[in-house]
């Protein structure tokens, strides 16, 4: 006999196991597939910075023992300059957090399969049943979801998800000890997450050093190989060749170290307007999507909020004694995605083209305005407003904008 669930989940990362904990939650039947082991998950998909704020620990009651260190400041660099503002946040343990969402899932009595890698949806009368894992093993869900991240076995073949290779940006990170956070030549990054706009180190992009206390920190960049990475960087230079770059440049490491029994984090997001989010019986959520800030590349807040938003709309079409997966309600999840998940989506995939486009002395222009804002006017600019992005634009702006606008027609 062929197994149903009211919902199947293809991804046990932040979007697929918060979508479960929640339908769980609500007694519905969730089953999640993971493609990897369970033994030492997740070894493989521990590729999060972990990053992230107050508003997404407390949304989410994630507890304290999966936060390597709590923050108090958000650092921007530029090669001479740097910007600092009052941020309280968290630098999450990614593997421990991953683990902690599954155990929520299960205590709720979501079932979890790993080494069950889903392959296929499965396809009746024009409609999304099920799917196939682990080779040929079959599952029926009333509804499905893919929370597999870029890989979207299930989105790409049901033509939901539409990412784009030349707006993939890829992401290298280390874990280290002995690195200088209070050094004389640069801002105190104790408790502190900083964002270095740079060139030199990511062209088309930025690097980064989270505080996890005491002389540790994660370290890291990720660029997009798109026209400012062709104009700025290094074809001959690989990922690793820039980090590395990095490292033996920035004072601030001459005494750091990889910490031996931490692993290398490697990853990839797409930086892009989502196309469609759902069809029949079918949610794309997460990365899968894509739903990370574009801006400032913070994934976790997005995804949980993404998966949230999946949950809420497969409540609507389960509850009651008759069920509706239909497109047209399978589509409340699209307008809950666009007015609470990432409203503001398109703005802000503007700003980002337009950072990355600058050269370094751009830059420090950037944090020199930044330092001479209001509160207000700063928070107006990060949403991008026309009253507070029009402070940071400047009349020797116009080529960087004629190249933008060029860049735009062109795509």
């Not at 392959?119 to 029926?140: L, M």
């Not at 074809?235 to 033996?248: C, Q, R, T, V």
């Not at 950037?366 to 509160?375: F, G």
Request: glycine share 8%; hydrophobic share 40%.
């Amino acid at each position: 006999m062929s197994e149903h669930y009211d919902v199947v989940i293809a991804g046990a990362g932040p979007a697929g196991a918060q979508c479960a904990r929640d339908l769980a939650q609500r007694d519905y039947d969730v089953l999640v597939l993971e493609a990897e082991p369970e033994d030492g998950f997740p070894r493989q998909s521990n590729k999060s910075t972990a990053g992230t704020f107050a508003s997404m620990t407390g949304a989410f009651g994630i507890p304290d023992d999966v936060v390597m260190n709590y923050t108090d400041d958000v650092v921007l660099e530029s090669p001479n300059r740097h910007f600092v503002q009052y941020q309280p946040g968290a630098v999450l343990e990614f593997a421990d957090f991953k683990r902690w969402l599954v155990a929520e899932g299960r205590d709720h009595g979501a079932e979890y399969r790993f080494d069950a890698r889903v392959n296929n949806p499965v396809v009746e009368d024009g409609d999304v049943v099920g799917v196939r894992y682990a080779g040929d093993e079959e599952v029926f869900g009333e509804i499905v979801i893919d929370a597999t991240g870029p890989a979207a076995p299930l989105a790409k073949k049901l033509d939901v998800c539409g990412l784009e290779r030349q707006n993939q940006a890829v992401g290298i990170e280390w874990e280290m000890e002995g690195v200088d956070v209070d050094h004389p030549e640069f801002a105190d990054l104790t408790d502190a997450m900083m964002l270095r706009l740079d060139h030199e180190y990511a062209p088309g992009g930025y690097s980064w050093i989270f505080h996890t206390g005491g002389d540790t920190a994660k370290v890291g960049l990720c660029y997009i190989q798109n026209e400012s990475y062709q104009r700025f960087g290094d074809a001959s230079k690989s990922i690793d060749d820039h980090l590395n770059h990095w490292l033996e440049t920035d004072p601030r490491f001459a005494d750091a170290h990889r910490i031996a029994d931490k692993q290398q984090h490697r990853g990839s997001a797409h930086i892009q307007m989502p196309a469609d989010l759902s069809t029949d019986s079918f949610m794309a959520i997460g990365d899968t999507v894509p739903t990370i800030d574009p801006l400032w590349g913070e994934g976790i807040h997005k995804c949980m909020e993404s998966a949230r938003a999946a949950a809420i709309t497969a409540d609507r079409c389960l509850m009651g004694s008759q069920v509706d997966t239909s497109a047209d309600a399978m589509a409340a999840y699209d307008d809950l995605w666009h007015a609470r998940v990432a409203p503001d989506m398109r703005t802000r995939l503007t700003m980002t083209q337009l950072l990355y486009l600058a050269p370094n002395d751009r830059y420090d222009r950037l944090m020199n305005d930044l330092n001479a804002m209001d509160v207000e006017t700063l928070s107006d600019a990060n949403d991008g407003s026309i009253r507070g992005l029009s402070k940071l634009i400047h009349l020797d702006d116009v080529p960087l904008l004629a190249r933008f606008a060029k860049q735009r027609l062109a795509e």
